[in-house]
């Protein structure tokens, strides 16, 4: 996925939290709006450091392990973002 798309499913899934938030008036809006692109976001940065989790949570501006937990709660494999040398 290049980065327009990237770009692309964002704007589409913030709409749909936009079209949420506005018929439930539930006041999560900042929650599901964080379900939605917290996973793709943590994967655009892994894809960007080749799967160097270190460097993924320094660009992410946050902790190694908070960026490790974040990848086993959303089931990010992150061995598809190593690049073989």
């Known amino acids: 996925m290049d980065k327009g798309?990237?770009?692309?499913?964002?704007r589409e899934r913030v709409k749909a939290?936009?079209?949420f938030f506005l018929e439930k008036k539930t006041g999560a809006?900042?929650?599901?709006?964080l379900e939605i692109v917290e996973k793709p976001l943590?994967?655009?940065?892994?894809?960007?450091?080749?799967?160097?989790?270190?460097?993924a949570a320094a660009v992410l501006g946050i902790n190694?392990?908070?960026l490790h937990?974040?990848?086993?709660?959303?089931?990010?494999?992150?061995?598809?973002?190593k690049f073989n040398y």
């Open 5 to 10: 798309d990237r770009e692309e499913v964002f």
């Open 17 to 19: 939290a936009e079209r």
């Open 29 to 33: 809006l900042y929650k599901h709006i």
């Open 42 to 55: 943590i994967e655009m940065v892994l894809e960007k450091t080749d799967g160097n989790q270190k460097k």
């Open 64 to 66: 190694r392990n908070t």
């Open 69 to 81: 937990t974040k990848i086993k709660k959303l089931g990010v494999d992150v061995n598809k973002f």
